[in-house]
């Protein structure tokens, strides 16, 4: 690889998708939203499985291979079965994940990989998860049922694994509310991962609900919508995930 791998170390809701669609862009670079290669598994989208069907890459075919594979040797198989054939078609490869338990075995194979943390206010990570199940009538996971006070261990959970990452290798942080309003951010983003991707990349173009907010571009529509919810009690409720993460509000900037 001439580029290094990417690896968004996103917390849910922190904006990781359209950070990595802004970074997927024929032939520059893709971003893989969520396959989760790490547990032995190899989670793909259907727009991804039809992105590279184009290209003669047969993403479910692999998705049947790795599923047989150690999983302690997924990421491995990873880098030297699929990974040659993806760069023939994209000069640089990353993923996204929300959940970083086995961040560790990605590390171990792209030892030079760039880490890229995200972030957003509390508030608006409980109210984006609320309104987002109640738009899609779906009930969003979280162990235990989704209540503030499971969403905090959650993402405590995650974030002391992105404090690890912060901890051993060198770390780019970015929060939702400032790569929505500053473009010089998503340039900070692609000089840190060594993009060439000369604009924003497929922005709006993988999911039909992202387009009909946003359009094709980044915007700061969803930013702090803490500020304008009217349901009192939805307020309280996204206050006391805020109160109870006083750890990550500190490292990430965020105040009352």
Request: a positive charge.
């Amino acid at each position: 690889m001439e580029k290094p791998f990417i690896y968004i170390a996103a917390l849910r809701r922190t904006g990781s998708k359209v950070l990595s669609e802004a970074l997927s862009l024929h032939p520059y670079s893709f971003i893989f939203l969520e396959p989760r290669f790490g547990s032995g598994a190899f989670k793909i989208k259907n727009a991804e499985v039809e992105i590279f069907a184009k290209y003669g890459i047969d993403l479910l075919a692999f998705q049947d291979q790795i599923s047989k594979v150690n999983r302690k040797l997924s990421v491995e198989y990873f880098k030297n079965e699929l990974m040659p054939k993806l760069l023939q078609v994209f000069s640089q490869i990353g993923i996204k994940e929300i959940h970083h338990k086995y961040w560790k075995s990605v590390y171990n194979t792209f030892p030079d990989m760039k880490i890229v943390l995200t972030a957003r206010d509390p508030r608006d990570i409980y109210l984006s998860l609320y309104h987002k199940s109640i738009e899609r009538n779906k009930e969003i996971r979280v162990e235990g049922g989704f209540t503030p006070q499971n969403l905090v261990l959650n993402l405590k959970e995650d974030f002391e694994y992105q404090m690890e990452m912060f901890n051993t290798t060198r770390c780019l942080k970015v929060k939702y509310e400032d790569f929505c309003t500053d473009r010089m951010v998503y340039e900070q983003v692609k000089a840190f991962v060594e993009s060439d991707i000369p604009a924003i990349g497929m922005v709006g173009h993988l999911s039909k609900q992202d387009h009909l907010i946003h359009g094709y571009e980044v915007t700061d529509k969803r930013v702090y919508r803490w500020k304008c919810e009217i349901n009192k009690q939805l307020l309280l409720e996204a206050q006391e995930v805020f109160d109870n993460l006083k750890d990550y509000c500190r490292f990430w900037g965020y105040e009352k």
